[in-house]
């Protein structure tokens, strides 16, 4: 599976309109932002399985299936923690990463929480008779 990068909305981070409300576009070049134009990154996900059955009579059998996710643990990180492109004409120097806004660390938790899982394997075992 493969898909293109997900859209984000940029903000100024401060009142610009006087409307008490913090969530104003950027103006860039005398443009204003329009709404998602900004994009994350993209994500992929590689799955496979393997199947097999193992006769025990004529009319039972055990079937075995390993399945593979994320095989080559690709980080899907699928929004982003800083979204605030700042007040001026350059954007801050965090707009777009995956910092988590405390002090100067650039830990990315609890910037946030929407991240497709790691590689991982799971093993079925089914009885059939």
């Known amino acids: 599976m493969l898909a293109s990068s997900r859209p984000f909305n940029a903000t100024t981070g401060v009142d610009n ?3 008490g ?3 104003d576009r950027p103006v860039i070049n005398g ?3 329009p709404k998602s134009a900004f994009r994350g990154t993209p994500t992929s996900d590689v799955a496979t399985f393997v199947e097999g059955r ?3 009579s004529e009319n039972k059998s055990i079937m ?3 399945e593979g996710f994320n095989l080559f643990n690709h980080a899907n990180m699928l929004g982003r923690g800083v979204t605030v492109y700042g007040d001026a004409a350059t954007a801050a120097t965090t707009f777009g990463q995956f910092v988590g806004g405390v002090g100067t660390t650039t830990n990315a938790i ?3 929480a ?3 899982p790691p590689r991982m394997f799971q093993l079925q075992a089914r009885f059939i008779f």
């Open 17 to 19: 309109n006087g409307d």
């Open 21 to 23: 409300a913090t969530n």
């Open 31 to 33: 443009v204003v932002i």
């Open 54 to 56: 193992i006769r025990l």
């Open 64 to 66: 075995l299936r390993l």
């Open 110 to 112: 609890p910037a946030f």
């Open 114 to 116: 929407n991240i497709d």
